[in-house]
């Protein structure tokens, strides 16, 4: 570890304490509850937007807030802020992600310091994708990592209360097929995860796949939360994100609902709401009892899934 981040890393006077009981165990024993994703905003006018999103999320009590953390590695001051601030200003439990994109694994180890110091104990344990391009090859940093089981190793050494890996249904992008996926996602859950969020998707089966997948792979592993992810489509410009983050897999059902409607706001609106819900139904009929939602930073889709599959806390 290099001088100037042991003089980063010396004790100040004392932040407050992070949450004690890891969000696995929390998880694990939460019934009908939900988790929401958050970003850190680009301005002031977002910040301001955002922060009302979060006072009304607050009050329908998500088991955490999670925070993401810049494409290409470059945010983490906005990550270490939002998490920091949703600590002290709210009943809201920060998890901060945290990716190994263009940093060593010393600066790594520094942004674990400043959230613990932020009172922020848990992480979710990311690899990231090239600056840049996303679909550019992996390289990782000189002195950085390649994996993100090697980060996960890094925040549990660090002291992290809580670390949390990815999932992805469908199967990472760069994997050659399932099963190494899913070889690759128990391998970070053994060492040291204590759950894993999945990359949303559309069709509730692939969800179910990689549920049957894990369990199937990795018997060891029975019981660790893998929370399904949701993301209501309310607007063309949604649907343009969930692309990107599906790899432009959008089953042909959904154009087949959603096409017609793409001049009518309102009805686009309601259709897309409807087949979050309709998902989120189906979910917790097959036994989920936490959904993340992605928020986009604005509660109203949330708040109006949360309510009609009655997920307060
Ligand atoms: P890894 O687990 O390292 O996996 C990457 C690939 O390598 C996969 O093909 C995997 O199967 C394979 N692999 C894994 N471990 C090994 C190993 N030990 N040996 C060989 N191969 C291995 N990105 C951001 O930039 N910021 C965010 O805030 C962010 N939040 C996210 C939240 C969620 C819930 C999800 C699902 C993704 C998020 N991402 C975010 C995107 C993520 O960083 C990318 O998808 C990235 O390409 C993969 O990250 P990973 O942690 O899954 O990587």
């Known amino acids: 570890m290099s001088g100037a981040l042991d003089a980063g890393a010396r004790p100040g006077p004392p932040g407050p304490a992070a949450p004690a009981v890891p969000l696995g165990d929390v998880l694990r024993a939460a019934r009908r509850r939900f988790s929401v994703e958050l970003s850190p905003p680009h301005d002031e006018a977002g910040a301001a937007r955002q922060w009302e999103a979060v006072r009304r999320l607050e009050r329908l009590r998500p088991v955490f807030a999670s925070v993401t ?94 670390v949390g890996v990815a999932a992805f249904p469908l199967g990472h992008p760069e994997s050659p ?78 154009q087949r609902r959603l096409a017609p409607l793409l001049d009518d706001r309102g009805a686009f609106r309601e259709e897309g709401l409807e087949v979050a819900l309709e998902a989120g139904q189906r979910l917790l009929a097959e036994g989920e009892q936490v959904l993340h939602l992605y928020s986009l930073n604005s509660s109203g889709a949330v708040e109006r899934l949360v309510g009609e599959l009655g997920l307060a806390g």
């Open 69 to 162: 953390y810049g494409a290409g590695g470059g945010d983490q001051d906005g990550t270490v802020e939002l998490a920091g601030r949703l600590r002290d200003g709210t009943g809201v439990r920060p998890l901060a992600h945290l990716t190994a994109v263009g940093q060593p694994a010393d600066a790594l180890r520094e942004v674990l310091r400043r959230l613990r110091a932020a009172g922020v104990g848990d992480v979710l344990a990311l690899r990231g994708d090239p600056h840049g391009d996303p679909r550019a090859p992996w390289r990782p940093h000189p002195g950085g990592l390649q994996h993100a089981d090697q980060l996960v190793r890094l925040a549990r050494a660090e002291g992290a209360v809580s």
């Open 177 to 254: 097929d399932l099963d190494s996926d899913t070889r690759h996602l128990a391998g970070k859950l053994r060492a040291g995860a204590d759950f894993a969020i999945a990359q949303l998707c559309f069709d509730v089966e692939e969800f179910l796949r990689l549920r049957d997948r894990l369990a199937r792979t990795a018997p060891d592993l029975a019981g660790v939360p893998v929370l399904p992810g949701l993301l209501p489509v309310t607007s063309p410009r949604v649907l343009e994100v969930t692309r990107r983050l599906t790899g432009d897999h959008e089953p042909s059902w959904l």
